[in-house]
C-alpha cells in the first residue's frame, strides 16, 4: 500500500517536541536550539509540516515573510526513516506553490549540501551578491 502524505500549514497540527529534537540535536543549523524559540520561531513564520497517513508529522519547513517584498525559507528537514520516498519534494512544491507567497518578489534561502535539491525549484545563487549586506549577531 502506498503512503499517503498531506501538507499543513496549520500551525496547531506542528510537533514541536519532534520538530525541537530534529533542530535542537539532528540539524547542522540549530544545534542546542531551545524549545522556547523553536515556539517563537513557529510563531512568528508561515510553516509547513507534511504528514504521514497516522497524522504524525515527518517534515518541516518554515518561512519568514511580509508576504510582499520577501520570503526566508528557514528549517527544513524530511525525518531520516522518511528520506527517499519524495518528502521533500512535495514540502518544496507547496512552499513555491503557496498562493501567499506567489507576488513576493524573491525567496532566499541558505544552504551547506543541498544545492542541487533546491535548484530543482528554481533556486540560484544570489544575483548581484555585491549588493546583498548582512549585519551578524555578535558573540557573547
Not at 533542530?23 to 509547513?48: D, T
Not at 497524522?55 to 526566508?72: G, P
Not at 520516498?85 to 507547496?94: P, Q, S, Y
Amino acid at each position: 500500500m502506498m503512503e499517503r502524505f498531506t501538507v499543513s500549514t496549520d500551525k496547531s497540527k506542528m510537533d514541536v517536541p519532534m520538530i525541537h529534537e530534529y533542530l535542537s540535536e539532528q540539524s547542522y543549523w540549530a544545534k542546542g536550539r531551545s524549545v522556547a524559540l523553536v515556539e517563537k520561531s513557529i510563531e512568528n513564520s508561515l510553516c509547513f509540516g507534511v504528514f504521514d497517513e497516522n497524522n504524525d508529522q515527518i517534515a518541516f519547513a518554515r518561512v519568514a515573510t511580509d508576504f510582499v517584498v520577501f520570503a526566508w525559507l528557514m528549517d527544513v528537514f524530511v525525518q531520516e526513516s522518511h528520506k527517499g520516498k519524495g518528502i521533500g519534494k512535495l514540502l518544496l512544491e507547496a512552499i513555491v506553490d503557496h498562493p501567499d507567497l506567489k507576488q513576493v518578489n524573491g525567496l532566499g534561502l541558505r544552504t551547506d549540501d543541498a544545492h542541487n535539491f533546491y535548484k530543482q525549484f528554481g533556486f540560484d545563487s544570489v544575483p548581484s551578491p555585491e549588493t546583498w549586506m548582512f549585519k551578524k549577531k555578535k558573540s557573547k
